[in-house]
């Protein structure tokens, strides 16, 4: 079965950037993060729509 949702370390090296980098991404509304009992995880989809929206500006440029 595939993962839906991974953790932020998880998130971090999947987007080769540290946690905290991925926390300010989260903060400023760039990625999207659930919370689970208190975990915070991040779906996939959130990683996979955030490197779309990316290409697409440099697409633009």
Same mark, same amino acid.
Request: glycine share 6%; proline share 3%; hydrophobic share 45%.
């Given at each position: ?9 998880? $998130?971090?090296? =999947?987007? =080769? !950037? *540290? +946690?905290?980098?991925? #926390?300010?991404?989260? =903060?400023?509304?760039?990625? /999207? *993060?659930?919370?689970? /009992?208190? *975990?915070? +995880?991040?779906?996939? *989809?959130?990683?996979? /729509? #955030? ?8 697409? $633009? !440029?």
């Amino acid at each position: 079965m595939t993962r839906l949702l991974l953790t932020v370390p998880e $998130a971090a090296q =999947a987007l =080769a !950037v *540290s +946690r905290g980098k991925l #926390y300010q991404l989260l =903060a400023t509304g760039a990625g /999207d *993060s659930i919370r689970i /009992d208190g *975990s915070r +995880r991040i779906p996939v *989809s959130a990683l996979i /729509d #955030y490197i779309t929206r990316l290409t697409r500006k440099e697409i $633009a !440029v």
